[in-house]
């Protein structure tokens, strides 16, 4: 159900890893030429090597979340926020930034990082739960960084494999879940520091125009006040996701829909915020979404 330029509604993008079988036929007809673009800039289709890389699954979501917005009708909530990655689409709904420079930017974005991870090896652990054990001190102690902040009881740590395998027997101990995630890097660490500087370089040939609602960053947030520092300090710092929505929510949204893939967002939309909506928008031929 399209919602649009609601006082209450905020409209939000997911980031890496809410990709779903069905979405690279949502792009095929909702956005063939995105699609094409994509296949051109990557070099092969990243919509069928999405679960591969991070190279091929940031600009495969990049497409499928603006894909599913368009779908919906395009909804222009009164604020947008993108999650991680899914800040380029937010930027593309909020009027900042054309949908082909944003592909760029996201093809851009999954290499650098994948180059990264490759130079300076690790991974990602979620921890769930609140059982005794005090997670922030605990990655503190073995030099781990939060790299989410997702909802409560929902922290992401990153660095390298050893620290996250004795982070991960702890927190098992702890009675906390904790989970690896399916990405080959410490994404949101210091250890991406060389990636951020380059993408520093290829954010300064990009036009990005003043909006007319605000686009709220995942790491510093609030809106945005220069996309370029933002967008390249998000490869380094943390996505502060729970204080995010709690800040939109302070700002007056009281409905907020997530366009794109999946809907994890809306998941933790609801586990941070009481007396609020949480949708996530799907298109008719994908109504289980």
Not at 174 to 190: D, N, T, Y
Not at 226 to 231: F, I
Not at 272 to 288: C, F, K, Q, R
């Given at each position: 159900?399209?919602?649009?330029?609601?006082?209450?509604?905020?409209?939000?993008?997911?980031?890496?890893?809410?990709?779903?079988?069905?979405?690279?036929?949502?792009?095929?007809?909702?956005?063939?030429?995105?699609?094409?673009?994509?296949?051109?800039?990557?070099?092969?289709?990243?919509?069928?090597?999405?679960?591969?890389?991070?190279?091929?699954?940031?600009?495969?979501?990049?497409?499928?979340?603006?894909?599913?917005?368009?779908?919906?009708?395009?909804?222009?909530?009164?604020?947008?926020?993108?999650?991680?990655?899914?800040?380029?689409?937010?930027?593309?709904?909020?009027g900042?930034l054309?949908?082909e420079?944003?592909?760029?930017?996201?093809?851009?974005?999954?290499?650098?990082?994948?180059?990264?991870?490759?130079?300076?090896?690790?991974?990602?652990?979620?921890?769930?739960?609140?059982?005794?054990?005090?997670?922030?001190?605990l990655?503190?102690?073995?030099?781990?960084?939060?790299?989410?902040?997702?909802?409560?009881?929902?922290?992401?740590?990153?660095?390298?494999?050893?620290?996250?395998?004795?982070?991960?027997?702890?927190?098992?101990?702890?009675?906390?879940?904790?989970?690896?995630?399916?990405?080959?890097?410490?994404?949101?660490?210091?250890a991406?520091?060389?990636?951020?500087?380059?993408?520093?370089?290829?954010?300064?040939?990009?036009?990005?125009?003043?909006?007319?609602?605000?686009?709220f960053?995942?790491?510093?947030?609030?809106?945005?006040?220069?996309?370029?520092?933002?967008?390249?300090?998000?490869?380094?710092?943390?996505?502060?996701w729970?204080?995010t929505?709690?800040?939109?929510?302070?700002?007056?949204?009281?409905?907020?829909?997530?366009?794109?893939?999946?809907?994890?967002?809306?998941?933790?939309v609801?586990r941070?915020?009481?007396?609020?909506?949480?949708?996530?928008?799907?298109?008719?031929?994908?109504?289980?979404v």
């Open positions: 159900m399209p919602v649009s330029d609601s006082h209450r509604t905020a409209l939000l993008f997911p980031g890496q890893g809410s990709q779903t079988p069905e979405m690279a036929a949502v792009v095929a007809a909702r956005l063939p030429r995105l699609a094409e673009l994509a296949r051109e800039l990557c070099g092969e289709d990243p919509f069928e090597l999405v679960g591969e890389s991070t190279r091929f699954a940031q600009p495969a979501i990049y497409c499928a979340s603006l894909a599913y917005w368009e779908a919906a009708g395009q909804p222009r909530g009164a604020m947008v926020a993108g999650h991680s990655l899914g800040e380029l689409a937010a930027l593309v709904a909020g900042a054309d949908a420079d944003g592909l760029r930017l996201a093809v851009v974005r999954g290499r650098l990082m994948e180059e990264a991870a490759r130079e300076r090896p690790g991974g990602m652990l979620a921890a769930l739960g609140e059982g005794e054990c005090d997670v922030p001190r990655a503190a102690e073995l030099e781990l960084t939060i790299a989410n902040e997702n909802a409560p009881g929902q922290l992401v740590l990153s660095g390298p494999e050893d620290a996250l395998a004795e982070a991960r027997k702890r927190l098992r101990g702890a009675g906390l879940k904790a989970i690896r995630l399916p990405v080959a890097g410490a994404f949101h660490s210091p991406m520091s060389d990636a951020a500087d380059r993408f520093r370089g290829e954010l300064e040939a990009v036009r990005f125009r003043a909006t007319p609602v605000p686009v960053s995942s790491v510093a947030a609030a809106p945005f006040e220069d996309p370029r520092d933002g967008l390249a300090a998000a490869l380094t710092r943390p996505v502060r729970r204080l929505v709690s800040r939109m929510r302070e700002a007056g949204a009281e409905r907020f829909l997530e366009a794109g893939p999946g809907d994890v967002l809306t998941g933790l609801r941070s915020l009481d007396g609020v909506e949480a949708e996530a928008l799907a298109p008719l031929e994908t109504a289980h």
